[in-house]
């Protein structure tokens, strides 16, 4: 049997500092999270926000396959509202926790251990009236009593629960207490064969990956986990790592997870595009130096047979080489056959803006490679509905003194602005535009990054804005890099029109 994989960053990695995704940003990575063949999509908390609910509501009426999960705490409110929102789902999933540790039950509930329990086996009672699937978790299971640990455990599978989560909440354990744990669980709840054990590791003595693999070792059936480890503070178990180890070490585990491997890199990118979250370079799997042989000597030595140096091979995880694939001349269908061979299926509207992306960039620049189109492609998938468009952008700059001027559209109607700054050029069209929208946001943050080398390469652009306490992400690309900063600035004040709408 294989190892099961619950993901968890659409919940706990949306709850990563700086991470805040709209409910379109999240239904596409739903979607991704399917192809890739997760056994559970853990989609929001839904009593947390009126997004979050939205974001979990879309998800289980658009996202088919695995599980939908949503998170609530153990009191009826919060399983109401979880339930509402997986009406539509074909597998809902209503995922109820209470802290279990004399820490958590002491200072942050007030309870004591009968109340506890009486919660949670009252959660889970509630949440079997609204689905069949109902995993229950034991907050800081680790820091817990072990045997009052196995009690809450065993009264609530009689209650119905189908599955158990032992979470490390703090990332405190190591990996042989945390298999003992589990072994424990397993010997001392008497019911525990008729549910399945899941975990859920935290990151901050960077054993969340070990500990997680020692619970299976030791008879847990599923690991929690999220694209490329996000979630709270140092984050989770990172899946891409998990799906990696099960697959190349088969000789010692024996088991596998479902995942389908060649999703993981194009996974990994959405995710940190639409979270804003960088991939270290050395990171393992999906860094950028993950594949990349620097010494002459490894080199030599992967050029004459791979697997002198490498353990894995970079296609097994969807990872594409850097070829020149289109030129000035390719026309819309050569466009769509690349795109698909990259494994990109746009939709219609999509596929129009991206092959306009296409063609102003061929003007600029003779040969596009592989890379380049997918950060054309991964740019109109952030997009949003577009309330103003950039038509003219004039951008003059010496002895520090800035002014740009703007013409932008909205519904047809074009605006004209001018901004000085000592701020920078940037500085200035950020003004001119906070001018023409009316929008008050605060850049707090702005990042530039080469998409490939050489003079001709494409600069891209990530903003995040501060609008009355929500962040938002925008993107821009282009070869030159002050109208990619424009575009992100735009792209990003679009997603607040777009949100103060709906
Ligand atoms: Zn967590």
């Known amino acids: ?18 991470v805040s995704l709209n409910s379109e940003e999240k239904l596409k ?3 991704q999270l399917a192809k890739l063949n997760v056994d559970v999509i853990e989609a929001g908390f839904p009593i947390a926000s009126e997004g979050d609910f939205k974001g979990v509501k879309r998800i289980a009426e658009e996202v088919s396959g695995p599980v939908i999960a949503a998170l609530a705490r153990a009191n009826p409110k919060d399983i109401n509202r979880a339930g509402e929102a997986l009406k539509a789902a074909a597998k809902p999933m209503i995922h109820t926790f209470i802290a279990t540790s004399p820490i958590h039950m002491e200072y942050k509930l007030k309870k004591n251990e009968e109340e506890v329990l009486e919660a949670a086996v ?43 989560n032992v979470p490390d909440t703090v990332g ?116 950028k130096n993950a594949f990349a042989h620097e010494s002459g000597i490894h080199q030599d030595g992967v050029i004459k047979e791979r697997t002198t140096y490498e353990i894995m091979d970079a296609q097994t995880i969807g990872l594409k080489e850097n070829k020149i694939v289109l030129g000035k001349h390719s026309g819309r269908h050569a466009f769509r056959d690349k795109l698909e061979d990259l494994g990109y299926q746009l939709e219609k509207k999509e596929l129009n803006r991206a092959f306009k992306r296409f063609k102003e960039l061929a003007d600029k620049k003779k040969k596009i490679s592989s890379f380049d189109l997918e950060a054309i492609v991964e740019g109109e998938i952030a997009q949003v509905e577009e309330v103003y468009q950039i038509n003219l952008l004039q951008v003059t700059s010496s002895s520090g003194l800035s002014t740009a001027t703007l013409q932008m559209e909205k519904d ?12 920078g050029p940037i500085d200035a069209i950020y003004e001119a535009m906070n001018r023409i929208t009316g929008l008050e946001c605060e850049l707090v943050n702005y990042k530039i990054d080469a998409v490939t080398g050489g003079k001709d390469a494409l600069g891209e652009v990530i903003v995040k804005l501060d609008h009355e306490g929500e962040i938002y992400l925008g993107r821009g690309v282009s070869t030159d890099v002050i109208e990619a900063s424009a575009a992100a600035y735009n792209n990003a004040m679009n997603k607040i029109l777009n949100s103060v709408d709906s």
């Not at 619950?6 to 706990?12: C, G, I, V």
């Not at 820091?143 to 009689?158: E, G, M, P, Q």
């Open 29 to 31: 990575i739903a979607k």
């Open 412 to 423: 047809g109607e074009k605006i004209f602005e001018s901004a000085c700054s000592e701020g």
């Open 1 to 18: 049997m294989g190892v099961k994989i619950f993901d968890t960053t659409l919940r706990d990695g949306e709850q990563s500092p700086g």
């Open 122 to 164: 009252s959660a889970v009672k509630l949440a079997k009236e609204y689905t069949d699937l109902v995993e229950f978790s034991a907050e800081d299971a680790f820091r817990s009593d072990k045997d009052f640990l196995c009690k809450v455990f065993a009264a609530v599978i009689d209650a119905g629960a189908t599955s158990i």
């Open 172 to 287: 405190y354990a190591t990996p042989q207490e945390f298999g003992g744990l589990i072994k424990y669980i397993k010997e001392n709840t008497p019911n525990i064969e008729q549910a399945e054990i899941s975990v859920h590791c935290h990151d901050d003595l960077g054993l969340s990956v070990a500990n997680s693999i020692a619970a299976i070792e030791n008879g847990a059936d599923q690991i929690e986990c999220a694209i490329n480890g996000i979630g709270e503070r140092a984050g989770n178990t990172s899946l891409e790592e998990l799906a990696l180890i099960f697959n190349t070490r088969y000789d010692y585990y024996g088991q596998k997870t479902d995942i389908n491997l060649k999703e993981i890199y194009r996974t990994s990118r959405l995710v940190s595009n639409l979270t804003g979250m960088d991939i270290q370079a050395n990171k393992a799997i999906v860094g």
